[in-house]
């Protein structure tokens, strides 16, 4: 029988060098908090429980954590003591838990599932402690993990390590599994004798192997361990997340015609045959079906485009915007809270929000839902097969019947019943001649301008 699984998520360091009034976790690659790919990676293990240990920005982080896993506890380190310190704050939340527990950072984005899984598989071989290491190329000032054969002798963090043991490329990436109790029991007899006046939660390795506990080490791709700690970094993290992102909806059957220029949401979903054309932005929330096409220099976001429509070049689907399936946005069009009927078309200039469009309803060019009278927003309500003429006002509250018209030009402030052709202008006059009239004037006090000027 097993047990279960605990992640405790380390979230209480101030990211000093971000130099950010935001904490360093809730930092977005892939328009995702840092921490929600934290989580997002211990979800492998299928946990039981979800501690999060914040403290720099702690409300603003506990709300997030609300928000991305509502079924996790957050618990406080006050002081920034030390990641062994950090751990044992969990202690009171995990104190029935008698299942492993598994800590990893809340600014380290990447770490694989299958990662996490083998080292659940190295527990399950015998080890008390498993730790994850990894080859660095630039060892820097990681911790080095120690080892003796296939045991773990123990883990020296830089400033504490002597010339041997720098020279030592296995790293440790912070990541560690143990009993909860075990790992509990250890991190309470570590001190904080060292170099930085620290609780290391390193320390628990030399601990575990004088009480005779076995402590093992797994080792994966220094990819999985980048930690943020600079805006350099998080952008190096985006780099790397969009270059993973990118290459798996392709594997999965999307095609990216410039892959480079397509950025994508940790959430973005498409469904097959969905084309994306160059320098599209895609936010979170976004859902594109079958057979759909993204033009070139289009913002989507919060959205969900039907399947076969198409949207672009240059459209922006801000959230709440849904597409049925065939309809067609156009250039320089904006909409936002809006659900399109199948095969709508608004292909130019023009501005749909807080709106329903019946199916196959034609928006002509530059119309604009008013939605908006400074303080409350209205809903502008459009019936099947309708014809909006180009230029029409729709100003909300507002509905436009099934298969009726407005005039080009029109501002609607009324309801338009169904079949009705509504016109809402000023009727043209037409004035014989004066067209000539009126150049052979302004010609005359042209010259006459021109003659003072010499
Ligand atoms: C830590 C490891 C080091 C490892 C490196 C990998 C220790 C003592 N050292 O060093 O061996 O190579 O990570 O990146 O564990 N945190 C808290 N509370 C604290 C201190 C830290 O929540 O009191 C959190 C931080 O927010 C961060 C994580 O723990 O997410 C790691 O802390 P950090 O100070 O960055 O550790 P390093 O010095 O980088
Ligand atoms: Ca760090």
Redesign the pocket.
Same mark, same amino acid.
């Given at each position: 029988m097993t047990l279960g699984t605990a992640l405790i998520v380390?979230?209480?360091?101030q990211?000093s060098r971000m130099l950010s009034g935001l904490p360093?976790?809730l930092h977005e690659v892939g328009a995702q908090p840092l921490l929600a790919h934290a989580l997002g990676a211990g979800a492998a293990l299928d946990p039981e429980r979800v501690v999060v240990?914040t403290?720099h920005g702690a409300a603003r982080v506990e709300a997030a954590v609300g928000a991305i896993a509502p079924g996790a506890v957050t618990v406080r #380190?006050d002081r #920034?003591?030390?990641?062994?310190?950090?751990v044992a704050q969990a202690r009171p939340a995990l104190a029935d838990f008698g299942g492993d527990a598994v800590v990893l950072?809340?600014?380290?984005p990447f770490i694989a599932p299958q990662t996490l899984r083998r080292m659940a598989e190295a527990r399950a071989a015998g080890n008390d402690v498993v730790v994850l290491g990894f080859e660095a190329r630039e060892p820097g000032?990681?911790?080095r993990l120690i080892t003796d054969g296939d045991r773990l002798d123990r883990?020296v963090?830089f400033k504490d390590a002597t010339e041997t043991e720098r020279a030592v490329r296995l790293? &440790?990436?912070?990541v560690v599994m143990a009993r909860a109790a075990t790992l509990f029991d250890l991190v309470a007899a570590v001190g904080n004798d060292n170099a930085a006046g620290?609780y290391?939660?390193?320390d628990i390795v030399q601990i575990a192997n004088a009480r005779g506990l076995r402590c093992g080490a797994v080792t994966c791709d220094e990819a999985e361990?980048l930690?943020i &700690?600079t805006r350099a970094e998080l952008a190096g993290a985006e780099a790397v997340f969009q270059a993973r992102r990118r290459a798996e909806v392709m594997a999965a059957g999307v095609t990216l015609v410039a892959p480079d220029t397509v950025f994508l949401a940790a959430d973005t979903v498409f469904g097959r045959d969905v084309v994306v054309e160059p320098n599209v932005v895609f936010g979170p929330g976004v859902r594109v079906a079958e057979g759909a096409r993204i033009r070139a220099f289009s913002h989507l976001e919060g959205a969900q485009v039907g399947a076969g429509a198409v949207a672009g070049p240059y459209a922006r689907l801000r959230p709440g915007t849904r597409l049925g399936a065939g309809a067609r946005i156009g250039n320089f069009v904006e909409t936002k809270n809006a659900a399109l009927g199948d095969g709508v078309k608004v292909n130019h200039l023009s501005y749909v929000g807080d709106a329903e469009i019946g199916a196959g309803t034609n928006i002509g060019a530059g119309t604009i839902t008013c939605n908006y009278d400074g303080v409350l927003k209205h809903r502008t309500v459009v019936g099947t097969e309708a014809f909006i003429g180009s230029n029409t006002m729709l100003v909300a509250p507002v509905s436009v019947g099934d298969r009726a018209m407005t005039a080009s030009g029109s501002v609607i402030t009324a309801d338009v019943p169904a079949e009705a052709l509504a016109l809402a202008r000023a009727r043209q006059q037409n004035k014989p001649g004066l067209a000539v009239k009126l150049r052979a004037r302004l010609l005359a006090i042209k010259a006459g301008l021109a003659r003072k000027a010499e």
């Amino acid at each position: 029988m097993t047990l279960g699984t605990a992640l405790i998520v380390l979230a209480a360091g101030q990211g000093s060098r971000m130099l950010s009034g935001l904490p360093k976790v809730l930092h977005e690659v892939g328009a995702q908090p840092l921490l929600a790919h934290a989580l997002g990676a211990g979800a492998a293990l299928d946990p039981e429980r979800v501690v999060v240990v914040t403290g720099h920005g702690a409300a603003r982080v506990e709300a997030a954590v609300g928000a991305i896993a509502p079924g996790a506890v957050t618990v406080r #380190q006050d002081r #920034q003591l030390g990641t062994g310190h950090a751990v044992a704050q969990a202690r009171p939340a995990l104190a029935d838990f008698g299942g492993d527990a598994v800590v990893l950072y809340g600014d380290t984005p990447f770490i694989a599932p299958q990662t996490l899984r083998r080292m659940a598989e190295a527990r399950a071989a015998g080890n008390d402690v498993v730790v994850l290491g990894f080859e660095a190329r630039e060892p820097g000032r990681y911790g080095r993990l120690i080892t003796d054969g296939d045991r773990l002798d123990r883990i020296v963090e830089f400033k504490d390590a002597t010339e041997t043991e720098r020279a030592v490329r296995l790293c &440790n990436s912070g990541v560690v599994m143990a009993r909860a109790a075990t790992l509990f029991d250890l991190v309470a007899a570590v001190g904080n004798d060292n170099a930085a006046g620290e609780y290391y939660l390193t320390d628990i390795v030399q601990i575990a192997n004088a009480r005779g506990l076995r402590c093992g080490a797994v080792t994966c791709d220094e990819a999985e361990t980048l930690g943020i &700690n600079t805006r350099a970094e998080l952008a190096g993290a985006e780099a790397v997340f969009q270059a993973r992102r990118r290459a798996e909806v392709m594997a999965a059957g999307v095609t990216l015609v410039a892959p480079d220029t397509v950025f994508l949401a940790a959430d973005t979903v498409f469904g097959r045959d969905v084309v994306v054309e160059p320098n599209v932005v895609f936010g979170p929330g976004v859902r594109v079906a079958e057979g759909a096409r993204i033009r070139a220099f289009s913002h989507l976001e919060g959205a969900q485009v039907g399947a076969g429509a198409v949207a672009g070049p240059y459209a922006r689907l801000r959230p709440g915007t849904r597409l049925g399936a065939g309809a067609r946005i156009g250039n320089f069009v904006e909409t936002k809270n809006a659900a399109l009927g199948d095969g709508v078309k608004v292909n130019h200039l023009s501005y749909v929000g807080d709106a329903e469009i019946g199916a196959g309803t034609n928006i002509g060019a530059g119309t604009i839902t008013c939605n908006y009278d400074g303080v409350l927003k209205h809903r502008t309500v459009v019936g099947t097969e309708a014809f909006i003429g180009s230029n029409t006002m729709l100003v909300a509250p507002v509905s436009v019947g099934d298969r009726a018209m407005t005039a080009s030009g029109s501002v609607i402030t009324a309801d338009v019943p169904a079949e009705a052709l509504a016109l809402a202008r000023a009727r043209q006059q037409n004035k014989p001649g004066l067209a000539v009239k009126l150049r052979a004037r302004l010609l005359a006090i042209k010259a006459g301008l021109a003659r003072k000027a010499e």
